[in-house]
């Protein structure tokens, strides 16, 4: 045992010591190094040492603004003819506080609020120095003598030297949102009425649900509540027709934007309410409230499960005046997708034979439309800068459209996978817009869905869902990117001409009378791209008109369609024949919809194509000329169907029809409750087309604002281009360049 743990020790012996000596030789050389290194820096560290101390930094203020109502704008009240309120600025740090300007956020290039509106710190001026623990009030006046605005949205921005709250560097600037509302009549109905118009119908929504936890059986009652509302919304419609101020421009405030709402709504995300119309919306808007009511009432026509069909359509009534009036991306982004929900299961329960199939047709095309639309509002989102939410918070992402269109977005430089962002993201949104038109590729859902859908819900597609396409391009794609639309006009017209041709074609080639109005619709809408491709202040107008006008005539063709196929549950023109001596009024309002669906003069139809052909024309004269031979085959189909359905011989098959027998082998005439919903309509058509200013006072200035972001004037506006001489031509372009050069501006004191 000895000897083994004597060759064990020694084994352990021999195998250490070359450790130990490989351990001393990698020390020694790091200790000498280490050496050098102190060495060489002892004399700096030393100095450091016998350095004296830096100066103590001045105490310097940090700056706090406070209202009466925290995380709200202050609050204007009236003082005789004008108002006034104030807030306080409050010095919370060890130093004194310089405030070096009070100011409101606005200036001549750029008039954010409406005339006459002043701040200055109490006791006069606009700055002071605070010491510690001191505060000052902020007096903010609004002298309304001589001015339009009825409500004035703001911010009154605060610069002073105070330092961030700890940290040492500069604090930024400061601002605290201000609000007034002179009022309109009506009271609190007049100051929320875009609100009221746009969550009334809810009233229906909840009445259902009610009835369904009572188990409520008289469903009738229910469709009487839904026109009811509708009614009520159309008559606050009217109200709000009287009082829009046709003259009201940017110049005047408030971006131009009457009756506006807006407040701070998740504020986790910067999202805001945030409401108003303006020259380019609040034709819509009505539009919207007439064809809902004749949607209510066409809805008669519909008798299993009132209770979901009435939840449905109301909510969907909601949808479509939110989209008309949010100003805020998120805000219309919600109200959008609100109204892709009630659609599909109104195609999809209340539908013809082929209805599952047109739904989830429907509701593919417009959700993969959404994607596109949602990329371009994160894209805004995530790129637009510093600013202001409405009471003052300073942000640097917002949705808000007048504030993302003072971006110079073209001049960032941005790109996404090596293309320029603008043009990327114009495209995104122009294709989300585009489904919906519809435009040519992207039709294809219309036909099925019109097809299948209820007369009431083709009502509605029809007279407004289509012009949401139209209306989104002019307020987001020409109003945030107008150097992109430059850009892509003449795509845009070329698409517009395809539309217009291939719809009327198509047209014409069509049995079923709906699917021939389906099919006309994408012929029509086809006038508004060129209009818009044109980007004249005549096309722009033209744009605006077409799409009011379109949305009464194919509202009433539709409600026409769906009095004969109650009848007799069959939409084939083959199949008529000689039906004006059996049903004479329905023929003449039928005569009457396809003069006005073709352009005839005297009627509404003529003005929108009128106005496109003398808006496109200087800019695209072949494809105007394209576009004129689309209102021959629109004349063609509509004459020939006419033809078909109503003149010759009346077929005698019909007096054995199962369908007729209840009225003896006749066709039954229109009836009170169709005459009551298309009358209405007819009306319009027929005012508008020998006096369309009512419609044109509206519209004029909205046209003119949108115009001025996207064109420069020049002779190729002017109808009589050739005549124009170069010089009025120079002095006209001025303006623009002007335009162009404050836009970047705007943009870099942001």
């Not at 109905?189 to 229906?204: A, K, Q, V, W």
């Not at 009811?228 to 027709?241: E, S, T």
């Not at 989830?360 to 993969?368: E, G, N, Q, S, V």
């Not at 020998?690 to 020049?714: Q, T």
Request: aromatic residues 12%; contains cysteine; neutral net charge.
């Amino acid at each position: 045992m000895s000897n083994l743990s004597f060759v064990n020790t020694r084994r352990g012996v021999a195998l250490a010591t070359p450790v130990r000596s490989t351990s001393m030789k990698l020390l020694i050389p790091l200790l000498a190094a280490l050496s050098v290194v102190l060495g060489a820096a002892w004399p700096a560290a030393a100095q450091a040492l016998d350095a004296p101390p830096p100066p103590a930094l001045e105490p310097r203020g940090q700056i706090a603004l406070r209202a009466e109502a925290p995380g709200a704008p202050v609050e204007l009240a009236a003082r005789g003819p004008d108002y006034a309120g104030s807030f306080t600025i409050e010095n919370r740090g060890d130093g004194p506080l310089r405030v070096t300007r009070v100011i409101v956020r606005t200036s001549p290039e750029d008039p954010r609020v409406p005339p006459g509106v002043s701040a200055e710190l109490e006791g006069g001026g606009t700055a002071a120095t605070l010491p510690p623990g001191a505060s000052r009030k902020v007096v903010v006046r609004w002298r309304t003598e001589g001015v339009r605005a009825r409500e004035l949205y703001g911010h009154v921005v605060v610069e002073s030297d105070a330092v961030a709250a700890g940290a040492d560097a500069p604090g930024r600037t400061l601002a605290m949102g201000i609000h007034a509302e002179r009022g309109r009549g009506l009271g609190f109905i007049g100051d929320h009425i875009l609100s009221i118009l746009t969550f009334l119908p809810l009233l229906g929504v909840v009445a259902v649900f009610v009835a369904h936890l009572l188990r409520y059986q008289d469903d009738r009652k229910l469709r009487l509540l839904t026109v009811v509302l509708m009614g009520v919304n159309l008559v606050l419609a009217g109200w709000l027709y009287a009082q829009f101020d046709r003259s009201f421009t940017r110049a005047d405030g408030n971006d131009g934007y009457q009756f506006i709402e807006h407040g701070v709504w998740i504020r986790s995300l910067n999202v805001e309410y945030f409401v108003g119309v303006d020259g380019i919306s609040i034709s819509m808007v009505l539009l919207t409230a007439l064809i809902s009511f004749v949607g209510a009432l066409a809805s008669y026509s519909v008798h299993d499960q009132l209770k979901g069909y009435f939840a449905m359509y109301n909510l969907l009534v909601t949808g479509m005046y939110g989209v008309f009036i949010a100003l805020d991306l998120f805000l219309f982004f919600v109200f959008w997708e609100v109204m892709l929900l009630p659609m599909y299961f109104l195609i999809g329960i209340w539908g013809g034979p082929r209805r599952e199939y047109a739904a989830i047709k429907f509701f593919l095309y417009t959700l993969a439309g959404s994607v596109f639309m949602l990329l371009a509002f994160i894209w805004f989102y995530l790129n637009a800068g510093h600013t202001y939410l409405v009471d003052g918070q300073a942000t640097e992402r917002i949705f808000s459209i007048p504030e993302l269109s003072r971006v110079a977005w073209a001049a960032q430089g941005l790109e996404i996978l090596g293309v320029a962002a603008v043009k990327v993201v114009w495209i995104w949104l122009f294709v989300g817009f585009a489904i919906k038109i519809p435009m040519f590729p992207f039709h294809t859902w219309l036909p099925d869905a019109h097809v299948e859908a209820p007369t009431a819900i083709s009502v509605i597609l029809a007279g407004v869902l289509l012009k949401m396409g139209t209306y989104g391009i002019l307020r987001i794609n020409f109003t945030l990117l107008p150097e992109a639309t430059q850009w892509a006009a003449p795509a845009m017209a070329a698409f517009g001409v395809i539309n217009i041709l291939y719809g009327a074609f198509c047209a014409m080639a069509q049995s079923d009378l709906k699917k021939l109005v389906a099919y006309s619709s994408v012929s029509h809408m086809g006038f508004t791209l060129l209009a818009l491709g044109a980007m004249t202040p005549q096309g722009i107008q033209a744009c605006l008109v077409q799409m009011f006008n379109h949305g009464l005539i194919t509202a009433m063709l539709f409600t026409l369609v769906g009095v004969v196929y109650d009848r007799v549950h069959t939409r084939d023109i083959d199949k008529f024949g000689g039906l004006a001596s059996e049903m004479p009024l329905y023929t003449a309002f039928v005569g009457f919809a396809f003069m006005a669906s073709l352009g005839l003069p005297g009627l509404s139809g003529f003005w929108g194509e009128a106005m496109t052909f003398i808006g496109a024309f200087p800019r695209y004269r072949a494809l105007t000329i394209l576009a004129a031979v689309g209102v021959v085959l629109t004349a063609a189909y509509h004459l020939w169907a006419l033809q078909r359905m109503f003149l010759g011989t009346f077929r005698a098959s019909w007096r054995q029809s199962k369908y007729l027998e209840p009225f003896g082998g006749k066709f039954p005439e229109i009836s009170g409750r169709e005459l009551a919903s298309i009358a209405p309509l007819a009306a319009l058509v027929l005012l508008l087309g020998f006096w369309p200013r009512p419609l044109l006072s509206l519209i004029d200035r909205g046209a003119l604002e949108v115009h001025r972001l996207v064109d420069r004037p020049g002779p190729s506006q002017i109808a009589g281009a050739p005549g124009v001489d170069s010089g009025a031509s120079a002095r006209a372009a001025a303006p623009g360049e002007g335009d162009a050069a404050g836009r970047g501006a705007l943009a870099s004191a942001r």
